[in-house]
Nanobody
Framework: QVQLVESGGGLVQAGGSLRLSCAAS????????MGWFRQAPGKERAFVAA????????YYAASVKGRFTISRDNAKNTAYLQMSSLKSADTAVYYC?????????????????WGQGTQVTVSS
């Protein structure tokens, strides 16, 4: 069973940048597309970005397109989310997961093996 561990969250001022990492425990990570989601207090978990297994195709939520970049390094069993021009609305717990089920890349139900999350707080 692949385990995912997120890191890189923290407190940043509006307009700043952060890079989140998602480290997988096994090489099996390489065969799955993976995604980043976020959940703000009192809100449902929401899609942020996804990348195919090869890293060749990426998908973004409209709210982050042009500001966030998803990537992966399969040799390191790690995926990344580079976040720039951060806004207070980006404040949330960020989770990574593997796309192991049917469904669109933006659907929570299409993903399993969720990490424990990492807190991102953007101060205005």
């Amino acid at each position: 069973q692949v385990q995912l561990v997120e890191s890189g969250g923290g407190l940043v001022q509006a307009g700043g940048s952060l890079r989140l990492s998602c480290a997988a425990s096994e090489r099996a990570f390489r065969v799955y597309a993976m995604g980043w989601f976020r959940q703000a207090p009192g809100k449902e978990r929401a899609f942020v970005a996804a990348v195919t297994a090869s890293g060749g195709t990426t998908y973004y939520a409209a709210s982050v397109k042009g500001r966030f970049t998803i990537s992966r390094d399969n040799a390191k069993n790690t995926a990344y989310l580079q976040m720039s021009s951060l806004k207070s609305a980006d404040t949330a717990v960020y989770y990574c997961a593997l796309r192991r089920n049917s469904g669109s890349y933006s659907t929570v139900a299409a993903y399993d093996n969720w990490g424990q999350g990492t807190q991102v707080t953007v101060s205005s």
